[in-house]
């Protein structure tokens, strides 16, 4: 193929992208010039397509991009074979250099590998008034103008006078500013004397921590103010003494008679396995019992006794001896004497229970009655103290309001021009002052005024604008394909025309809504002028970085040629390389994705692709680019 059919192909190449490329080119015109980094790869697609050039100059920055991303390692030259020739053509359709010729091309041979892409999109904008610190001034009251002090274009400082009415409201913000003073006074007095009450109630709580004696906190405490709280916590203190008093009293009663119940329930069980009252009294001797064990053994004497003689009145009458009567009143009285011991012998348990209850409910009782005490005694201080604090706060609350309302009417004052001292002097004079200053919210720069000397203004009159210009917002607006890859607090450059500076920001807001007319969505970012260079109306164009994305095999883009208008890059063998078609994926500014035609590990020629496309263009292989076989 001819040098000359090559070109032909390549000048199609850029007939066949029609109007788009010229129409693209001229959309963007009014935002490129030469030498602006921002933008340098917008036009990179039809670039690389239109002219190789694009891709000499983005290959000088291969070096250090390919060791920050580590995507392949640079081969540099191949060894030379030793052949004289200086060129010669392979079988497989590519060509074989010299070392000579490979080093005087600059071509680098490089590992092909992963690594990761850069993704920024292009933004058009517009510079606006940060309406963050953007006012319309109006006047705080009507009024006759009598003075205008400011012009449009003019550099004013907050306080600065602008213009100065007549005003009759001047007075009557004069009155209000002696009512809130009087309240002022008031508030000042309650507060001070609810701060004393509230100090001497938590001097009483500091005294309360280290004292427990009644007697001993009531001397302490007499010389503070504090009124009903004193008395309430005073007695709170002696009952809670009073109740720890009969906790000690109850649980030493308890405590003497748990051994008495314990006994008598010993004593009861021991009884039932014993059957005369001398066995008894031998096994209950260690026993303290009291009075019970003496009926107890008593009980059980009886019916031994009255056992023995119903046997032997018994034994009387088998021998024909003693009577039937006297048996049967033998008989009865056993019965009694065994009825009188079972009985005794349950009232003993009865009586051993009730009276070890009654011990243990009183213990309870008095155990009870003083957490109690304990509880309401420090709950009573925490009450104390809360409704003090509680008062101070009201009245601090009071305070602070009628501060509040004094400072909003000084303010008013300060606002309609008045100070504060010349409103004292006003209260013994019956001339009004009328006296109203239109000033400055803000350091800023008038835009707009609408204020004539003699005029009637109103409450509602704008009589200027004023913008601090230090800061701007610039406005983008997003496809909904962009839309994805912004996001808040997202870096952002900008740049603009004629502009010798760029900026960056921040994106602040993202609309929730995309506009009906447009079908776009609005993006904000706010930027610094302290030069003045951000002009709001000035189209700009922003640079998004939304972020890194991974690639299997990532190659820079001067490796990717067009040969016979196919993408190829060029395979390494020794001092031969060979033309491979490949499919290109994503990219950056320096980088291309190659999503097949070349394979992690294999060597390709990273710089000097192009003075190498050249000379196989030259040679006439370009038809055969990839076809070898």
Same mark, same amino acid.
């Given at each position: 193929?001819?040098?000359?059919?090559?070109?032909?192909?390549?000048?199609?190449?850029?007939? $066949?992208?029609?109007?788009?490329?010229?129409?693209?080119?001229?959309?963007?015109?009014?935002?490129?010039?030469?030498?602006?980094?921002?933008?340098?790869?917008?036009?990179?697609?039809?670039?690389?397509?239109?002219?190789?050039?694009?891709?000499?100059?983005?290959?000088?920055?291969?070096?250090?991009?390919?060791?920050?991303?580590?995507?392949?390692?640079?081969?540099?030259?191949?060894?030379?074979?030793?052949?004289?020739?200086?060129?010669?053509?392979?079988?497989?359709?590519?060509?074989?250099?010299?070392?000579?010729?490979?080093?005087?091309?600059?071509?680098?041979?490089?590992?092909?590998?992963?690594?990761?892409?850069?993704?920024?999109?292009?933004?058009?904008?517009?510079?606006?008034?940060?309406?963050?610190?953007?006012?319309?001034?109006?006047?705080?009251?009507?009024?006759?103008?009598?003075?205008?002090?400011?012009?449009?274009?003019?550099?004013?400082?907050?306080?600065?006078?602008?213009?100065?009415?007549?005003?009759?409201?001047?007075?009557?913000?004069?009155?209000?500013?002696?009512?809130?003073?009087?309240?002022?006074?008031?508030?000042?007095?309650?507060?001070?004397?609810?701060?004393?009450?509230?100090?001497?109630?938590?001097?009483?709580?500091?005294?309360?921590?280290?004292?427990?004696?009644?007697?001993?906190?009531?001397?302490?405490?007499?010389?503070?103010?504090?009124?009903?709280?004193?008395?309430?916590?005073?007695?709170?203190?002696?009952?809670?003494?009073?109740?720890?008093?009969?906790?000690?009293?109850?649980?030493?009663?308890?405590?003497?008679?748990?051994?008495?119940?314990?006994?008598?329930?010993?004593?009861?069980?021991?009884?039932?396995?014993?059957?005369?009252?001398?066995?008894?009294?031998?096994?209950?001797?260690?026993?303290?019992?009291?009075?019970?064990?003496?009926?107890?053994?008593?009980?059980?004497?009886?019916?031994?006794?009255?056992?023995?003689?119903? $046997?032997?009145?018994?034994?009387?009458?088998?021998?024909?001896?003693?009577?039937?009567?006297?048996?049967?009143?033998?008989?009865?009285?056993?019965?009694?004497?065994?009825?009188?011991?079972?009985?005794?012998?349950?009232?003993?348990?009865?009586?051993?229970?009730?009276?070890?209850?009654?011990?243990?409910?009183?213990?309870?009782?008095?155990?009870?009655?003083?957490?109690?005490?304990?509880?309401?005694?420090?709950?009573?201080?925490?009450?104390?103290?809360?409704?003090?604090?509680?008062?101070?706060?009201?009245?601090?609350?009071?305070?602070?309001?009628?501060?509040?309302?004094?400072?909003?009417?000084?303010?008013?004052?300060?606002?309609?021009?008045?100070?504060?001292?010349?409103?004292?002097?006003?209260?013994?004079?019956?001339?009004?002052?009328?006296?109203?200053?239109?000033?400055?919210?803000?350091?800023?720069?008038?835009?707009?005024?609408?204020?004539?000397?003699?005029?009637?203004?109103?409450?509602?009159?704008?009589?200027?604008?004023?913008?601090?210009?230090?800061?701007?917002?610039?406005?983008?607006?997003?496809?909904?394909?962009?839309?994805?890859?912004?996001?808040?607090?997202?870096?952002?450059?900008?740049?603009?025309?004629?502009?010798?500076?760029?900026?960056?920001?921040?994106?602040?807001?993202?609309?929730?809504?995309?506009?009906?007319?447009?079908?776009?969505?609005?993006?904000?970012?706010?930027?610094?002028?302290?030069?003045?260079?951000?002009?709001?109306?000035?189209?700009?164009?922003?640079?998004?970085?939304?972020?890194?994305?991974?690639?299997?095999?990532?190659?820079?883009?001067?490796?990717?040629?067009?040969?016979?208008?196919?993408?190829?890059?060029?395979?390494?063998?020794?001092?031969?390389?060979?033309?491979?078609?490949?499919?290109?994926?994503?990219?950056?500014?320096?980088?291309?994705?190659?999503?097949?035609?070349?394979?992690?590990?294999?060597?390709?020629?990273?710089?000097?692709?192009?003075?190498?496309?050249?000379?196989?263009?030259?040679?006439?292989?370009?038809?055969?680019?990839?076809?070898?076989?």
């Amino acid at each position: 193929m001819s040098v000359a059919h090559i070109l032909g192909n390549r000048r199609n190449g850029l007939r $066949k992208t029609g109007s788009g490329t010229m129409l693209t080119g001229c959309c963007l015109l009014f935002f490129i010039w030469p030498g602006f980094p921002l933008l340098e790869s917008v036009l990179a697609p039809q670039a690389q397509a239109a002219d190789e050039r694009h891709d000499d100059h983005a290959g000088h920055d291969h070096g250090e991009h390919g060791e920050r991303q580590g995507h392949d390692k640079d081969e540099g030259s191949d060894d030379h074979d030793g052949h004289d020739e200086h060129t010669g053509h392979e079988q497989d359709g590519g060509i074989r250099l010299t070392p000579e010729i490979i080093e005087a091309t600059g071509i680098r041979v490089r590992v092909a590998g992963p690594g990761t892409l850069g993704k920024r999109i292009k933004l058009i904008g517009e510079i606006s008034f940060n309406e963050n610190t953007f006012a319309h001034i109006v006047p705080a009251a009507a009024g006759v103008v009598r003075e205008v002090a400011a012009d449009i274009g003019e550099r004013v400082q907050a306080g600065d006078v602008l213009a100065i009415l007549d005003s009759r409201e001047v007075g009557e913000a004069a009155l209000e500013h002696s009512d809130a003073l009087t309240a002022y006074e008031l508030a000042v007095a309650d507060f001070e004397r609810q701060k004393m009450i509230t100090a001497n109630t938590h001097k009483m709580l500091e005294i309360l921590s280290r004292e427990a004696d009644p007697q001993t906190v009531a001397d302490l405490v007499s010389g503070l103010k504090i009124g009903a709280a004193k008395a309430d916590v005073l007695d709170a203190l002696t009952t809670r003494d009073l109740a720890q008093v009969s906790v000690a009293m109850a649980e030493k009663l308890f405590n003497y008679q748990q051994p008495i119940y314990d006994n008598t329930v010993k004593m009861l069980e021991l009884l039932e396995s014993t059957s005369t009252a001398a066995e008894a009294q031998k096994t209950l001797e260690h026993l303290d019992i009291g009075v019970a064990k003496k009926e107890i053994i008593e009980a059980l004497a009886d019916v031994e006794l009255a056992r023995a003689n119903f $046997k032997r009145q018994e034994q009387l009458l088998q021998q024909e001896v003693g009577s039937a009567k006297a048996m049967q009143e033998a008989r009865r009285d056993l019965d009694t004497a065994v009825s009188t011991h079972d009985a005794l012998f349950e009232q003993v348990r009865l009586d051993a229970e009730q009276v070890h209850l009654e011990a243990q409910r009183e213990y309870l009782t008095a155990k009870q009655e003083a957490i109690a005490a304990t509880i309401t005694y420090p709950a009573l201080l925490e009450q104390a103290v809360f409704d003090a604090d509680v008062a101070l706060l009201n009245a601090r609350q009071t305070h602070g309001l009628a501060e509040q309302q004094l400072k909003i009417s000084v303010d008013k004052l300060r606002v309609l021009g008045l100070s504060h001292d010349a409103v004292q002097k006003l209260a013994g004079s019956d001339q009004p002052i009328t006296y109203l200053p239109v000033t400055a919210p803000f350091d800023g720069t008038i835009t707009e005024k609408h204020i004539s000397r003699g005029e009637w203004l109103g409450e509602d009159s704008d009589a200027f604008t004023i913008a601090d210009l230090r800061t701007v917002w610039v406005n983008l607006s997003l496809t909904q394909t962009d839309l994805m890859y912004v996001h808040l607090d997202q870096p952002v450059r900008v740049a603009a025309r004629h502009v010798d500076a760029t900026a960056a920001g921040k994106v602040t807001y993202l609309s929730p809504t995309i506009d009906e007319s447009t079908r776009t969505v609005l993006a904000r970012l706010e930027i610094d002028n302290a030069s003045g260079d951000w002009r709001p109306g000035l189209f700009v164009v922003a640079e998004v970085d939304s972020g890194d994305a991974p690639a299997a095999v990532l190659v820079p883009k001067n490796a990717v040629q067009i040969l016979d208008e196919q993408a190829v890059v060029f395979i390494a063998n020794g001092q031969s390389f060979t033309p491979r078609p490949v499919t290109t994926g994503r990219s950056d500014k320096k980088y291309v994705e190659l999503l097949s035609g070349l394979s992690p590990g294999q060597r390709y020629v990273a710089e000097g692709a192009f003075q190498l496309k050249a000379k196989i263009t030259i040679s006439g292989l370009g038809s055969h680019a990839g076809h070898g076989h």
